[in-house]
Antibody, heavy 118, light 108 residues
């Protein structure tokens, strides 16, 4: 069955960076885009961007441009999302989710809680 | 881009039907056939209910249906069940992915 398994919770200080991994199994990794979506405590979903695992091409929403980098390792079917210059309002659960470029995200990781606190 | 607009909460009794609206603009919902809906229970990952306005993924109950008119989309849940109590998010793609603010559904 399809699974997206994310790395564990992280606690970071303001100004630091975090890198979250998402290991895919049960489907052809390069066949679907990998999106990253975050959810602050008690808040809604916020789309961060996607990576095309086949080409490595990316698209980031303007809010995160310059701070986010999405990469992938096709040999291990793993996608990564790195966020730099962390602030307290980056505290959120970060999800990876696979699907077409147009959304319709049918498989989600379990989420990774990133806490930014001094 | 601002989030799509959803009502903060809706409620209904078991067996009833409810509709959740999602309002956007000409630049998102109005120009896209890629509207999707997600259900999220507390402390769980979102689950895809509807994609491309009105298509259901395999395994999703026919009680869930989607539609779109102009700059607004809707999710209808018929035959409301206790397990439907959750948060619901709409989403559109028109060059960029945009989520709604979410609607909390309470089953009375």
């Amino acid at each position: 069955q399809v699974q997206l398994v994310q790395s564990g919770a992280e606690v970071k200080k303001p100004g630091a960076s975090v890198k979250v991994s998402c290991k895919a199994s049960g489907y052809t990794f390069i066949a679907y885009y990998m999106h990253w979506v975050r959810q602050a405590p008690g808040q809604g979903l916020e789309w961060m961007g996607w990576i095309n695992p086949n080409s490595g091409g990316t698209d980031y929403t303007q809010k995160f441009q310059g701070r986010v980098t999405m990469t992938r390792d096709t040999s291990t079917s793993t996608a990564y999302m790195e966020l730099t210059r962390l602030r307290s309002d980056d505290t959120a659960v970060y999800y990876c989710a696979s699907g077409p470029i147009s959304g319709g995200l049918d498989y989600w990781g379990q989420g990774t809680l990133v806490t930014v606190s001094s | 881009q601002s989030a799509l607009t959803q009502p903060a909460s809706v409620s209904g009794s078991p067996g009833q039907s409810i509709t959740i609206s999602c309002t956007g603009t000409n630049n998102d919902i109005g120009s896209s056939n890629h509207v999707s809906w997600y259900q999220q229970h507390p402390d769980k990952a979102p689950k895809l209910l509807i994609y491309d306005v009105n298509k259901r993924p395999s395994g999703i109950s026919t009680r869930f249906s989607g539609s779109k008119s102009g700059n607004a989309a809707s999710l209808t849940i018929s035959g409301l069940q206790a397990e439907d109590e959750a948060d619901y998010f709409c989403c559109s793609y028109a060059g960029s992915v945009l989520f709604g603010g979410g609607t909390k559904l309470t089953v009375l």
